[in-house]
């Protein structure tokens, strides 16, 4: 008789747990993440911030909080956290009433994109480990990894030259669409500029007076495809070498924004969203944020092949334009003499060592 009154009191002592754990303890625990920063580049360090917080006058013995961390974001090793195959992630906690944890992470960002880390399982049990209670929760993690900018002594020169501050010091471009009055011709003037009607109005030859424009735009375009044939999904190794390309843009745009130019770029690779991933040339403080999120949002999936790409694009007159390709091709060609064409200056610089055309 003994026996069972025993039995019969752990029963109940089992059952008032696991309504307590499954009622009380779950309802009264939140679990966030935040990053120490919301955007970085690509190879630095930084923090993931994790907060428990129980509002309830109840111990907790054990808690564990499960999530999958995608392997481009490696935590450091700690105690009380264990990593299986770099993606799957499981920390533990003791949570006394009322208690607010907060645990610091250190996170090396391996490589760019956009990644959310906010979805985890939470499972909290009692001392015997013979019951729990689990729920899941999204904390909406969020972090922009940015393309790292590759180093300027590895810029090819043909293309640091593209973006250097001597270009500034360049002839501002007349504008021939910027009409601002007339004068006599004199020796020396261009021909082109002749305006024949108030010559013949007048009796004394005159010309065109222009309005210059001082903007000086850089265009950086690259190839998504590493050979005129690609269609399928690359390799890693070949995804490494688009991401060197997307690294040498990123270092130009950011080059010429410090040296006062408008700067843009374009590729034909699709984004996270499924938009166009054009941006022509623009300046403004925002503006390096805007084209480091736009190359952080890069999958690496081809779009259109590389000229037919090319045939859509129409930029600004007078827009300096550098190519970055892996290889050349007389459909690619055309294109760029379309290009030049335009108005434009293009440079054709060949990852795969044909140099600059």
């Given at each position: 008789?003994?026996?069972l009154i025993v039995l019969a009191v752990l029963g109940a002592i089992l059952l008032l747990t696991a309504m307590l754990l499954r009622g009380v303890a779950l309802k009264g625990l939140s679990v966030s993440r935040a990053f120490g920063k919301p955007a970085v580049f690509a190879g630095e360090e930084g923090e993931l911030v994790e907060t428990v917080i129980n509002d309830r006058p109840m111990v907790i013995p054990w808690l564990r909080v499960e999530s999958r961390i995608p392997a481009q974001l490696r935590l450091g090793r700690q105690e009380n956290l264990q990593v299986s195959g770099d993606m799957y992630h499981q920390s533990l906690f003791t949570v006394l009433p009322f208690q607010r944890i907060t645990r610091r992470h250190r996170v090396r960002f391996l490589r760019r994109g956009i990644f959310n880390v906010g979805n985890a399982a939470l499972t909290v049990g009692d001392v015997?480990?013979?019951?729990?209670?689990?729920?899941e929760q999204d904390m909406q993690a969020r972090v922009i990894v940015y393309p790292r900018p590759m180093e300027e002594r590895e810029l090819p020169e043909p293309l640091l030259r593209?973006?250097?501050e001597e270009v500034l010091h360049r002839r501002l471009l007349s504008d021939p669409f910027l009409v601002r009055g007339l004068r006599p011709y004199q020796p020396g003037d261009p021909v082109r500029d002749i305006h024949w009607p108030a010559t013949a109005r007048s009796g004394v030859t005159q010309l065109r007076l222009h309005d210059d424009t001082a903007a000086v735009r850089l265009l950086v375009i690259i190839n998504g495809q590493l050979s005129e044939n690609q269609w399928d999904q690359l390799s890693d190794w070949e995804q490494d070498k688009i991401e060197r390309c997307i690294s040498m843009?990123?270092?130009?745009?950011?080059?010429?924004?410090?040296?006062g130019m408008d700067a843009g770029f374009a590729v034909n690779l699709a984004t996270m969203d499924g938009s166009e991933a054009v941006l022509m040339p623009a300046g403004g403080d925002a503006r390096a944020e805007t084209l480091l999120t736009a190359m952080a949002r890069l999958k690496m999936v081809r779009t259109l092949s590389f000229p037919s790409f090319l045939s859509g694009l129409t930029p600004p007159r007078g827009t300096d334009i550098a190519v970055i390709s892996a290889y050349d091709s007389e459909e690619i060609q055309r294109q760029l003499a379309r290009l030049k064409s335009l108005g434009c200056s293009v440079l054709l610089h060949l990852t795969g060592g044909g140099g600059e055309k």
């Open positions: 008789m003994n026996v015997t480990g013979l019951i729990t209670a689990s729920r593209l973006t250097g843009a990123a270092a130009l745009c950011l080059r010429a924004l410090r040296n």
